[in-house]
């Protein structure tokens, strides 16, 4: 009798340690580790946006045109592009981006010859997250500003984004783009994805890019860092001071045009001479 009550005194210390267990043991999410609800998977944490550099904001802040033209400085020559006006939220992400320094080491990590080039996902400067490059950013997207007018011609600078099952609206990745190296392979992808600027320099450069080796998911066979995205200062300010005098001469008031018998009696007495025969057909 006695042996069956330790035994029975055993069973309910056990029982009692194992719940104490199953509420103190947690999950890195909170959740218990022995709980049976399916805890949503933790995504990686995507790097947060480099800290603005506040003197090169306040220096450029209001002194960018409209069509801002932007110097992407790689480690195989620099690539020039002009951003469109009318593409407004793509253009100001990007020089935000390019501005905080945002883009600053990180690599071009698609790229298929004949086609594009791709890159500004910040895990590309981590090597030992190769196989999630292509997935990171700044964490949001950006609204589609698909126009016509803008195609995929080559250099046109566009943004990537996710798929149509996933993204119905086709916004844009936050930070990362690509560049048009085939016209013509790319033509499927007019009215699909936002082009919001051009190449105006370093045509070059792309299809140098282009022609690296890549395994088959378009990973270069060596790595193409892009130094640095800066805004051109020298054709910026040119832009400006057109947008400058383009207001000005809106600005200024029109010439009143004169009255039409009034100019036709002042060109009468300044001409006595052959007025009568120029205003007289039959005097011809």
Request: glycine content about 8%; charged content about 25%.
């Amino acid at each position: 009798m006695v042996k069956k009550r330790y035994i029975a005194l055993a069973a309910l210390i056990l029982l009692a340690a194992s719940c104490g267990g199953r509420q103190g043991r947690k999950n890195a999410d909170g959740a218990s580790a022995d709980s049976l609800a399916t805890a949503e998977a933790v995504p990686a944490e995507a790097p947060k946006p480099a800290a603005p550099d506040t003197v090169a904001s306040n220096r450029v802040k209001g002194q960018l045109p409209e069509e801002p033209v932007f110097d992407i400085v790689t480690t195989m020559g620099t690539i020039r592009v002009k951003l469109y006006k009318d593409t407004p939220k793509h253009r100001d992400n990007f020089t935000k981006l390019a501005l905080s320094h945002y883009y600053d080491g990180v690599q071009f990590h698609r790229i298929v010859d004949g086609f594009i080039i791709q890159g500004g996902d910040p895990y590309t400067r981590d090597t030992s997250r190769v196989e999630e490059w292509g997935e990171g950013g700044p964490g949001y997207n950006i609204d589609a500003e698909i126009i016509p007018e803008h195609t995929h011609k080559k250099g046109a600078l566009a943004a990537a984004r996710r798929g149509d099952l996933a993204n119905p609206k086709k916004e844009s990745h936050g930070s990362q783009f690509y560049l048009v190296q085939n016209a013509d392979a790319c033509k499927h992808l007019d009215g699909e994805y936002t082009v919001f600027g051009e190449t105006v320099g370093g045509l070059g450069v792309i299809d140098r890019i282009a022609r690296i080796s890549a395994d088959r998911k378009g990973k270069p066979s060596f790595p193409i860092f892009i130094n640095q995205i800066k805004p051109n200062e020298e054709l910026n300010n040119r832009a400006l001071q057109e947008e400058q005098l383009a207001r000005e001469q809106a600005l200024k008031p029109a010439e009143p045009e004169q009255n039409t018998e009034e100019s036709q009696q002042k060109s009468g007495s300044s001409e006595k001479s052959d007025g009568p025969a120029s205003q007289n057909p039959e005097n011809r």
